[in-house]
């Protein structure tokens, strides 16, 4: 497994994409209401990210071997839509969640996040989804730190979901993130304290996990890109993308409208 560890130089490239792609879901917010097509989401974040950052919205015809290119700027999953969803003409309603999972490039450099959003008034159950997945992924960036292992991010948030009665996707996982899209390693949202890779400095990844209010087992849509779950249970994510710093982590996906991180 090669994982590159960034440069100074590097990692300032690094915040600038992180802040960027955050900045394009605090642009958004307000837009993210009941009656707005998913369609309508992408084409406002794909000129604000073209024409306003100068940035390149890395999904935009990604293809990664065995798949079609992307054909959207953004991906928006939809209640029990995992991952990947393709934007188009569903009209968001009231109760509805969705993730809006943004990636863009700035001068080479990635930088990915995404958020949950509720549309209207939810119910508590999405509303408890939403927030214990936002308290998973925290939960596993609180374990980053110099000498500690990928098993125990993955560990720290296994423990949490499945101890509030929700489960974990298995089949997809954060990556390391920089000139690529996607780099070494892979962070699993699930394992065991104390195995896998230790961690250093300067090591640039996302921890992203997928919570699924039901069972964990999923399935891929015929578009060849959406994922959703297998009994249609609610599903949620968040992401950050995170650096490994000398003396813990630092978040880079952060901007002036990014939610707080939970307490504890």
């Avoid at 959003?117 to 980053?144: H, K, P």
């Avoid at 000498?147 to 990556?175: K, N, P, Y």
């Avoid at 065991?192 to 400095?201: E, N, R, V, Y």
């Avoid at 039901?214 to 399935?219: A, C, T, V």
Wanted: proline content about 6%; hydrophobic content about 35%; overall charge negative.
């Amino acid at each position: 497994m090669a994982v590159v560890i960034k440069t100074a130089e590097e990692i300032h490239g690094m915040r600038e994409a992180g802040r960027l792609a955050s900045e394009v879901l605090d642009f958004i917010t307000p837009y993210v209401k009941p009656g707005v097509t998913t369609e309508h989401l992408d084409r406002l974040c794909h000129d604000y990210m073209v024409h306003e950052q100068q940035t390149i919205p890395a999904p935009l015809n990604y293809a990664p071997p065995g798949y079609s290119p992307f054909p959207k700027s953004i991906c928006t999953s939809v209640n029990h839509q995992v991952c990947h969803g393709i934007p188009g003409e569903r009209v968001l309603k009231t109760g509805d969640i969705v993730n809006l999972d943004i990636t863009v490039i700035k001068n080479g450099f990635h930088g990915d996040t995404s958020r949950m959003f509720l549309v209207g008034d939810c119910s508590v159950a999405a509303r408890r989804l939403c927030e214990m997945t936002y308290r998973c992924m925290w939960a596993g960036i609180r374990q980053v730190k110099p000498g500690a292992s990928l098993g125990d991010i993955g560990s720290t948030i296994q423990q949490l979901a499945e101890s509030s009665g929700f489960s974990v996707v298995r089949e997809f996982c954060g990556h390391g993130i920089g000139r690529r899209f996607h780099e070494d390693p892979q962070i699993l949202h699930y394992g065991k304290a104390g195995t896998g890779m230790i961690l250093s400095p300067g090591m640039i990844f996302t921890i992203e996990p997928m919570i699924n209010a039901g069972r964990r087992e999923i399935r891929e849509l015929a578009d060849g890109w959406t994922i959703v779950t297998k009994d249609h249970s609610l599903s949620a994510q968040w992401e950050h993308t995170v650096l490994v710093t000398d003396e813990g982590f630092e978040v880079l996906t952060q901007s002036a409208g990014s939610p707080p991180a939970p307490l504890g």
